[in-house]
C-alpha cells in the first residue's frame, strides 16, 4: 500500500522559512514524479514544484520560483520542499503526491500558515 506522509508544516512570520517533508512507502517510485501542491483558502488546488525520482529534473510554478526549492533523498525514500521568503500567499495546504502514467498518489496535507 502506497503511503504519503507530509510534515513540517507550521505557523511563520512573512519572510521566514519552512521545510516540508514527504516520506513516501509502499512501492517503487522509480520514474515517478513527486511533486508538491497546494490548496489557498477558498482557492483550487495548484501545482508547487516537481522532481523526477529517477532524475533529478526539476520544475516549479512562477510562484515559487527563486524562493523554493525541491529535493529528493532516493536512500530515505524522502523528497523535501524548502521554502524562503515566505509570503501570506503562500497559506495553504501543502500535499505531497507521487504520480506516473497510470498512478497518482496523495498525502493527507499539511498546513503551511503566514503571518503578515
Known amino acids: 500500500q502506497v503511503q504519503l506522509v507530509e510534515s513540517g508544516g507550521g505557523l511563520v512570520q512573512a519572510g521566514g522559512s519552512l521545510r516540508l517533508s514527504c516520506a513516501a512507502s509502499g512501492r517503487s517510485f522509480a520514474g515517478y514524479s513527486m511533486g508538491w501542491f497546494r490548496q489557498g483558502p477558498g482557492k483550487d488546488r495548484e501545482f508547487v514544484a516537481s522532481i523526477g525520482w529517477s532524475s533529478g529534473r526539476t520544475n516549479y510554478a512562477d510562484s515559487g520560483k527563486g524562493r523554493f526549492t525541491i529535493s529528493r533523498d532516493v536512500d530515505k525514500n524522502r523528497f523535501h520542499l524548502q521554502m524562503n521568503s515566505l509570503k501570506s500567499e503562500d497559506t495553504a495546504v501543502y500535499f505531497c503526491?507521487?504520480?506516473?502514467?497510470?498512478?497518482?498518489?496523495w498525502g493527507q496535507g499539511t498546513q503551511v500558515t503566514v503571518s503578515s
Open positions: 503526491n507521487a504520480q506516473d502514467i497510470s498512478n497518482n498518489y
